[in-house]
């Protein structure tokens, strides 16, 4: 047979680096010639009709620009971004009007089949068995490699380098990461703190560089959240390398270890391996050889001569003929991700009137005109019973009545703050609760909650989540006219910490303390109580001058040691931490969790730490002046604030976090900071005894 591989035209072939499309095309033209067969690699443009026996091409607009031409092809599906972005897209559609107007269409996952109506058949990928050889050192060394991101979202960690990087920070193992500079540099940008003195990233490694890297690693962890192929170019490699692989449900029939993107989970799985290498490495060497890609071209071979056997050809271009008169309807898609919006894709013109209606009000909050292949959005964002009304030119209605049960819903805790993040967690479940949503959440320091609340699916971002019918970003925000009424329905600093969710999330308030994952008690050798002295703003720290260092000297004279468990280093911003503590330094979240839950209590500020102990139900003192009462937690805590003086600047003024020193009606003056400054140890001390005698 005449056959050509159509050069998607993005990198040359072969592919020096990276290009996994481009791997696929050359094995297949290799393996084919060994067949006997007359294979080309050409661009689109210098194919003519008639001129081939079989035109294999990869790519969507080039299979349709082969349609429009009258030339019958083959395609194979390579792009995750079809299924990531879901079904209802303009990717899908067009990959799929690319299978239905094939003579075979083939994808290489079988959770493909289903998803694109059953019209594919599965061809797995291959590896050259000949190029990539057994090595898979013992030393114990772990091997992520990849090409990270996905088109929408470049810094998003779809291949889970995180994962596979605090898994060998636990186990104190040695970790290489290795991708293309475009993609991974960029996530590794964005997440400065992975780079730890165990990870060695490698960028841009040629493919015999990458050979040799394989051989000289352990093993394989390939934590990703997405492929088109089943199993990956990527694993094939590692395993004809002789690396035992641990990777997410993307393996198809190739032994593997599978884990979910759970760090402690592939710790477990690590160690298994490491403690049973030989027989590990074995049945991955075993498992491997059926993915020869002479055993998977012989495949493809075959589906050819079906091709070429029968006058399919002949029906195919009659095909062509009968779906060109098929006039596509337009797709209307309506979401609620950070805000109600209709769009509507296709290449039949019409206009459309669009109404967004709060049901609930029975009010109008918008309406617009639009065009084919145009969008409306509300500003409004916060969550409100949507109805949506879409009306033709034909004056043909669509109702869309707002419901999330069953549906893809994801809430974004926007803000890096620990004490933010506490305090709004329980209410995503009780979110989840009430509308009976498949609730996902993006949360800082996730690892705290996720086995505890093991309803919920902690994510990273949108772009993890096919099909996401609405979106709520859950914060504090502000533009110049004061704070953002599209974001918050109300102002923020006038409620409690813990309302701003349920407001922007349409909750009924009440004050639910969050469930923190089990931990661990510090056992000391004397009884010890907690101290955090820092917070994010002077206003916030407790002023008064002999404060903190009277409270310490009480401790130490009663027989009891003050552990310091704030982050910064003594003199921060002018703070010298006081005389006679004990302070802990360089403490993960869960150590420091274990140390607050083994002491007597917790004396602290208005921060992060604060709502630690208190989730963690230490007996919490709370010092402030900065904020009122009602602005944090009010039961389990006590707060000791001086009403005599001027305080709860925090829910009268907008903060300026550009300002160290905001004191916003008495900067600058004797009675800058008073509303702490004014409060002795002798107005703590009786709440201390107190908490004692517990």
């Known amino acids: 047979m005449r056959i050509v591989q159509i050069n998607p035209g993005h990198m040359e072939i072969p592919p020096k680096n990276w290009g996994a499309v481009e791997k696929i095309i050359w094995y297949y033209s290799l393996e084919l010639k060994k067949l006997g067969h007359e294979v080309d690699i050409k661009y689109l443009n210098e194919i003519n009709p008639g001129e081939y026996d079989i035109v294999h091409v990869h790519m969507w607009n080039q299979a349709l620009h082969l349609y429009e031409n009258g030339i019958p092809y083959v395609y194979t599906f390579h792009d995750h971004n079809a299924y990531l972005q879901g079904n209802n897209t303009s990717l899908y559609l067009n990959n799929l009007l690319a299978m ?26 291959g590896i050259s068995l000949d190029e990539y050889y057994p090595g898979g050192n013992k030393n114990g060394k772990l091997l992520c490699v990849g090409n990270n991101g996905v088109s929408a979202n470049p810094t998003f960690d779809r291949k889970g380098f995180r994962y596979a990087i605090r898994a060998a920070e636990k186990l104190n193992l040695d970790i290489t990461i290795v991708g293309p500079t475009d993609s991974n540099l960029n996530f590794f940008n964005k997440n400065k703190n992975l780079l730890l003195p165990n990870v060695n990233v490698i960028y841009d490694a040629t493919s015999d560089e990458l050979k040799e890297i394989y051989r000289n690693h352990s093993m394989l962890i390939h934590a990703t959240s997405i492929e088109a192929g089943h199993p990956p170019l990527t694993i094939l490699e590692a395993a004809a390398s002789g690396l035992p692989v641990i990777t997410t449900d993307c393996s198809g029939d190739l032994y593997t270890l599978n884990a979910d993107r759970d760090y402690n989970e592939i710790s477990e799985k690590i160690n298994h391996v490491l403690s049973n290498y030989d027989s590990e490495q074995q049945k991955t060497l075993e498992s491997v050889q ?51 919006k209709v769009n509507i894709s296709g290449q039949k013109p019409e206009k459309y009137e669009i109404k967004f209606i709060d049901a609930n009000k029975n009010e109008l909050v918008y309406s617009s005109s639009v065009s084919t292949n145009s969008w409306a959005k509300t500003n409004k964002k916060y969550y409100s019973n949507w109805k949506v009304i879409v009306t033709d030119s034909k004056n043909n209605v669509i109702e869309h009545d707002f419901d999330l049960k069953d549906k893809k819903v994801l809430i974004l805790l926007d803000s890096k703050s620990l004490g933010d993040t506490i305090a709004w967690i329980p209410y995503v479940d009780e979110f989840r609760k009430k509308h009976g949503c498949k609730t996902y959440v993006t949360a800082f320091n996730s690892y705290l909650f996720e086995s505890v609340y093991p309803e919920l699916k902690f994510v990273h971002t949108f772009d993890e989540i096919p099909d996401c019918y609405a979106t709520y970003k859950i914060g504090w925000f502000y533009d110049s006219n004061g704070y953002n009424r599209n974001m918050n329905p109300n102002d923020p600093n006038k409620m409690s910490l813990q309302e701003t969710i349920t407001d922007i999330l349409g909750l009924e308030y009440k004050e639910i303390k969050p469930r923190i994952i089990e931990l661990p008690k510090y056992e000391a050798e004397r009884p010890y109580v907690c101290i955090a002295t820092h917070s994010t703003a002077q206003a916030k720290y407790w002023n008064n001058p002999t404060g903190w260092q009277e409270l310490v000297d009480y401790f130490n004279s009663i027989g009891i040691d003050v552990y310091l468990i704030s982050s910064e280093e003594d003199g921060y911003m002018g703070n010298k931490q006081p005389i006679g503590v004990k302070k802990i330094n360089k403490k993960s979240l869960d150590e420091i969790g274990s140390i607050l839950l083994g002491s007597k209590m917790f004396i602290g500020l208005g921060s992060g730490l604060t709502w630690y102990a208190w989730a963690l139900n230490v007996p919490t003192v709370l010092i402030s002046g900065f904020s009122e009462p009602y602005q944090e937690m009010k039961s389990d805590v006590v707060r000791i604030i001086n009403t005599d003086v001027c305080h709860g600047c925090f829910a009268k003024h907008l903060f300026d976090r550009g300002d160290w020193n905001w004191c916003p009606e008495h900067k600058g003056t004797e009675r800058q900071f008073e509303c702490t400054k004014s409060i002795t140890f002798d107005m703590v001390k009786p709440h201390i005894e107190n908490l004692l005698k517990l």
């Not at 059926?290 to 001569?305: G, H, I, R, S």
């Open 100 to 125: 239905k107007l094939a003579d075979i269409s083939i994808v290489p996952a079988k959770f493909l089949i289903d998803y694109f109506e059953g019209i594919p058949i599965y061809l797995e990928h």
């Open 290 to 340: 059926k993915y020869d890609w002479k055993n998977v071209v012989f495949k493809l071979e075959n589906l050819y001569k079906d091709i070429s056997k029968s006058d399919m050809k002949n029906k195919s271009l009659n095909m062509y003929k009968s779906i060109k008169k098929i006039n596509h309807r337009n797709l209307i898609k309506i979401t609620f991700n950070d805000g109600a």
